[in-house]
Structure formats: structure tokens, C-alpha cells
């Protein structure tokens, strides 16, 4: 399990600052489909629309495994499983 534990801190490591570009843009994208805080302005709504899917794929990549990392490392840290 200690291999693990490596390997999982350096998904967490290398999954962060990706995955928090990608909700960054897809929060982006999501306003200005709907048109809302002046994020429309930045980019038509087809534009916005065809990078808010193209986005869906890495987000579904990085996401579980970012969050099943943490998740671990949240259940060691309270002592529900053993190292």
C-alpha cells in the first residue's frame, strides 16, 4: 500500500493546478453561454458553447482521479484505514 500512497500524492500533485484551470474555464465558459457578469463579451455563445464540451473529457479524466486521492488521504489522516 505504501506504493500507493507515492503514487497518490503525485496524481494529487500533478492533477491540482490542471484541474483548476479547466473549472476556471468551464466556469468561464458556463457564463458566458448564459450570458451573465459580462463574461458574454468575452466570446460568442457558439464558441463558448463548443469549449464548455470540449471540456467535459478532461474534466471527467482528472477530476475522479484527483478526488480519489484525497479521499484517501482524508480517510488516512482520520485513521479509517491503515497505511
Known sequence: MAKFGHYAIKTLRYTAWPLMILMICYIITGFAMSGRFGFNHLMDKRLAVAL???????????LPMHAVCAIYFAMRRRRWIRR
Do not use: E, G, N, S
Open 52 to 62: 464548455h464540451r470540449w471540456l467535459h473529457v478532461p474534466l471527467l479524466i482528472l
